[in-house]
């Protein structure tokens, strides 16, 4: 069972991560109230025992619409990224390993791309094909492509000089299987380290795109459009915004540091039999 | 005399490269011939970018000529990729100098020695681990390494697994691509007395790529002595260390430490001094002039020819009757 957490803080952002994944699916087990209650008796209430981070302009437990939001939170992450993986892996691997000028136009793509603002970018998008979270994670993935490909890319370059690449060319082995099972499992650990990185940008992203009103909208319930919400009683209710916004940025910091960790574990040097 | 196994023919390589603004041509192996006959180890000697490392990857097809030919069999090295190509990956293998990047560090050495097995067809799932089992003892490892992963086992084991790796073919040929410079010097002496062992057991040749020329004299029947890309002296091991000619070989012998104190201390020395030249910018002439305490006019007017001094040991210089007759008088 090696790849059990063992350390304190391994333990801890497993434990997180596991919440995320429950709240995504069955987040009726985090919380009793219906993220969608209205409670006349109780209009942004201040936090207490029963409502930990108050209630909104309707009543509703802020801690119950933040756990709801989860879902939407993962979805957007977890598919921009995939999204952008799925093109960028292969484009990596092809251009670090082949060189010449495969390399050269696929870099120059992924250089022009990573030159474009992306808030500019997610704008001119929204704005021609509608505020939705099939565009979000469209223009998250998009944006998170070049990123990936230049990590890819270098990783296979490093790998391609080293001796078993170059003993299993001499070997006969053709150059698919050389990415595939040399190279790709050998650049794990760094991609372990970008995926939960990536993932913090994007729920980052979306929190500022949704609360420009580019993004998830009301009433689908993101903590981009909880925010858009929230801003308009900071002073009657500050604790309402300042509730979801250090939930997003806690998100993002636990995305981070569990890549970190992640990392170390699959470190191939601390494996022995 | 046996047909020869492997033959290069005026080889040369050369490598584009940018240092600031001007686009330079690196001339790595600069007209290489030699030829290695079937059992047969060649040892091919010089220092740092002296571009044997380059010649042996050309020698076994895995590095592009810009002119000249190799010959394996009588057959001229077919296209890389090709499917006669790969069919040659079975005949002519290599192992690197940096055992502890020529294993990949995910798999196990059952995985790593299963993959040529398996990609040429050499042992059905069942008789696979027998086929591990006698390759690890081949090289002197117990089976039992075979469930390890590389980060378990020691720079000389490893090093072993890539011999093991390189046999499991059957190949004609073996390029040992300065295979001990990463080890300990103990090690080494049990790499070297392996390489012995296998070349009696198996018949196969090796092309043996060394800076150590005291390694290089315990494997190999033949040395070709390389410097700036081209040979500078080649000729059977026994009479090169018996009689060296050409001024680097001397001077190449003379870094070989003797392991008797005293006649160590008796020694002349004959150090080189300066650093190997910027082969994008060989000198004019002899390529070894700039170092060379024989040089005088002529060796910077003109590259001396590698003339044959007397039955397959050839030395280009063009002081060698002089060196020659200073040897005998000593």
């Not at chain 2, 990956?89 to 040529?116: C, G, K, Y």
């Not at chain 2, 696979?128 to 992963?149: C, F, P, T, W």
Request: a neutral charge; aromatic letters at 8%.
């Amino acid at each position: 069972m090696s790849f059990l957490p063992r350390s304190p803080s391994a333990i801890f952002l497993s434990t997180v991560g596991l919440l995320a994944v429950v709240a995504a699916v069955f987040p009726q087990w985090l919380t009793p109230y219906d993220p969608t209650g209205i409670d006349v008796t109780a209009l942004l209430a201040a936090p207490s025992w029963r409502h930990p981070f108050g209630t909104d302009e309707l009543g509703a437990d802020v801690l119950a619409r933040v756990i709801y939001g989860v879902r939407l939170e993962l979805a957007i992450a977890l598919g921009s990224v995939v999204l952008a993986g799925v093109v960028a892996i292969p484009c990596g691997l092809l251009a670090g390993y082949l060189g010449g000028w495969v390399d050269w136009v696929l870099t120059l793509v992924a250089d022009s791309i990573l030159s474009f603002p992306i808030v500019l970018f997610a704008v001119l998008i929204v704005a021609s094909l509608g505020a939705s979270v099939a565009t979000l994670i469209g223009v998250l993935g998009f944006v998170f492509v070049p990123r990936i490909f230049r990590l890819v890319r270098g990783q296979t370059q490093v790998i391609r000089a080293t001796g078993f690449v170059r003993a299993a060319r001499a070997m006969g082995v053709r150059t698919p299987t050389i990415l595939v099972r040399h190279i790709l499992p050998n650049i794990l650990g760094p991609l372990l380290v970008i995926v939960p990185q990536l993932m913090a940008i994007a729920v980052l992203i979306e929190a500022g795109l949704s609360f420009v009103g580019l993004g998830v909208q009301p009433p689908q319930i993101s903590w981009g459009s909880l925010l858009l919400v929230s801003k308009n009683y900071y002073i009657a209710a500050a604790w309402y915004p300042l509730a979801v916004g250090t939930v997003t940025t806690l998100a993002a910091a636990a995305l981070v540091f569990g890549g970190d960790l992640a990392a170390a574990a699959v470190n191939p040097s601390r494996r022995r039999v | 005399m046996s047909e020869v196994l492997l033959e290069a023919e005026d080889i040369r390589i050369r490598f584009a490269k940018r240092s600031g603004r001007k686009n330079q041509v690196v001339r790595a192996v600069d007209g290489l011939s030699f030829a290695v006959d079937p059992g047969e180890t060649f040892g091919l000697v010089g220092e740092s970018g002296s571009g044997k490392s380059t010649a042996g990857n050309a020698a076994i097809g895995l590095q592009e000529l810009f002119s000249g030919t190799v010959r394996y069999r009588g057959e001229p090295m077919p296209v890389p990729g090709s499917a006669r190509w790969r069919d040659l990956r079975r005949q002519l293998q290599v192992v690197f100098q940096d055992p502890f990047s020529s294993l990949n560090p995910r798999w196990t050495i059952r995985q790593a020695l299963s993959e040529p097995l398996k990609l040429h067809g050499l042992a059905s799932a069942e008789e696979r681990d027998g086929a591990i089992a006698r390759l690890l003892e081949q090289v002197g490892l117990g089976a039992e390494l075979a469930a390890r992963y590389p980060a378990a086992l020691s720079g000389g084991q490893r090093q072993r697994v890539c011999i093991a790796r390189a046999l499991a073919v059957q190949p004609e040929l073996i390029v040992c691509d300065e295979i001990t410079s990463a080890l300990d010097v103990s090690t080494q002496a049990q790499i070297i007395s392996l390489l012995q062992d296998l070349k009696a057991q198996t018949q196969v040749a090796l092309i043996f790529i060394s800076h150590d020329l005291g390694l290089v004299r315990g494997v190999a029947d033949r040395i070709g002595v390389m410097y700036l890309g081209r040979f500078v002296e080649t000729g059977e091991t026994g009479k090169i260390f018996a009689r060296p000619l050409h001024p680097y070989t001397i001077a190449l012998l003379h870094a070989v430490p003797v392991p008797d104190p005293e006649r160590e201390a008796a020694r002349k020395h004959q150090p080189l001094h300066g650093e190997i030249p910027d082969p994008a910018d060989p000198p004019s002439g002899c390529y070894f002039r700039t170092r060379c305490p024989y040089a005088t006019d002529i060796c910077a007017a003109e590259a001396p020819a590698f003339e044959e001094m007397e039955d397959g040991h050839r030395v280009a210089c063009h002081h060698v009757r002089e060196i020659e007759q200073g040897v005998r008088r000593s």
